[in-house]
């Protein structure tokens, strides 16, 4: 199997070196990851001018150090970098979750998303902020996920999440959808030398979910696992929308 790591959190970041060890017992592992933190960047890509990596030698390992964004990686390691086809992508481990709205904002999540607009299954993998984050055991945990999904079919998005592990051991599995009531947030002004004004977003914790979800499980202390797709169309109503436009004449 030939598989590329990537992340949002940098080529150096020590949960991509946990997950890599993870990996390399199921095949040929390419390592295709920003040069530096790339978090909150969603689905950026780099157009205004050339991009640009290079060699780096990281957990003891060749891989390329990408100077963009981690759709960024993804593109340029499946069109150039890697020879041949590859056979699935695993973006991460992420420091801090990504459930609920979190998704959209998501460099990780984004890499897989660029990952299934090429046709390849993806594998997105987050870590619940700790204290202590213990992306060995996150890895172990992940991966036990992982293998019980697999077969992947191309373009299949698996969004895994991991809760805080300091509060012991996961209570279990639970397969479910995206929460999209959002968090509770807010921004706290700050002082600066600068004449503009200054904020620090502040805040994070969840809304109240009325249906489970994956924020309210991985509170809860279970592995999430949320299937995604890349199609944002709303097919319920695509036939409604159709009948109120479709004889109207552009004037």
């Known amino acids: 199997m030939k598989i590329l790591l990537t992340?949002?959190?940098?080529?150096?970041?020590?949960?991509?070196?946990a997950i890599y060890?993870?990996?390399?017992?199921?095949?040929?592992?390419?390592?295709?990851?920003?040069?530096?933190?790339?978090?909150?960047?969603?689905?950026?890509?780099?157009?205004?001018g050339p991009l640009t990596c290079e060699h780096v030698t990281v957990h003891g390992t060749a891989g390329f150090g990408v100077h963009g964004s981690?759709?960024?990686?993804?593109?340029?390691?499946?069109?150039?970098?890697?020879?041949?086809?590859?056979?699935l992508i695993v973006s991460g481990i992420n420091r801090g979750a990504n459930v609920g709205l979190n998704l959209f904002y998501s460099g990780t999540?984004?890499?897989?998303?660029?990952?299934?607009?090429?046709?390849?299954?993806?594998?997105?993998?987050?870590?619940?902020?700790?204290?202590?984050?213990?992306?060995?055991?996150?890895?172990?945990?992940?991966?036990?996920a992982l293998q019980h999904c697999l077969p992947l079919k191309p373009g299949d998005i698996m969004n895994i999440n991991i809760p805080r592990l300091s509060q012991g051991k996961p209570r279990g599995i639970q397969v479910v959808p995206?929460?999209?009531v959002g968090f509770h947030e807010y921004y706290e002004p700050r002082?600066?030398?600068?004449?503009?004004m200054t904020f620090q977003?502040?805040?994070?914790?969840?809304?109240?979910?009325?249906?489970?979800?994956?924020?309210?499980?991985?509170?809860?202390?279970?592995?999430?696992?949320?299937?995604?797709?890349?199609?944002?169309?709303?097919?319920?109503?695509?036939?409604?929308?159709?009948?109120?436009?479709k004889d109207i004449p552009i004037e």
């Open 70 to 87: 981690p759709a960024d990686c993804v593109k340029l390691a499946c069109m150039e970098l890697i020879n041949g086809p590859v056979d």
């Open 201 to 245: 977003l502040k805040g994070g914790q969840p809304n109240q979910d009325t249906v489970l979800t994956d924020t309210m499980m991985l509170t809860q202390g279970y592995v999430t696992v949320t299937p995604l797709r890349a199609d944002m169309t709303y097919h319920r109503r695509l036939s409604e929308f159709e009948s109120r436009l």
């Open 178 to 180: 995206q929460s999209t």
């Open 7 to 17: 992340n949002d959190d940098g080529i150096f970041a020590p949960g991509l070196a």
């Open 21 to 48: 060890k993870t990996l390399r017992p199921l095949g040929d592992v390419t390592i295709v990851a920003p040069m530096g933190c790339r978090s909150g960047t969603s689905h950026s890509l780099t157009f205004a």
């Open 109 to 144: 999540v984004a890499a897989a998303l660029e990952a299934a607009f090429m046709h390849v299954p993806s594998v997105a993998l987050s870590l619940a902020l700790d204290e202590t984050m213990d992306f060995d055991t996150c890895a172990r945990y992940g991966m036990q």
């Open 191 to 196: 002082t600066s030398d600068d004449p503009g």
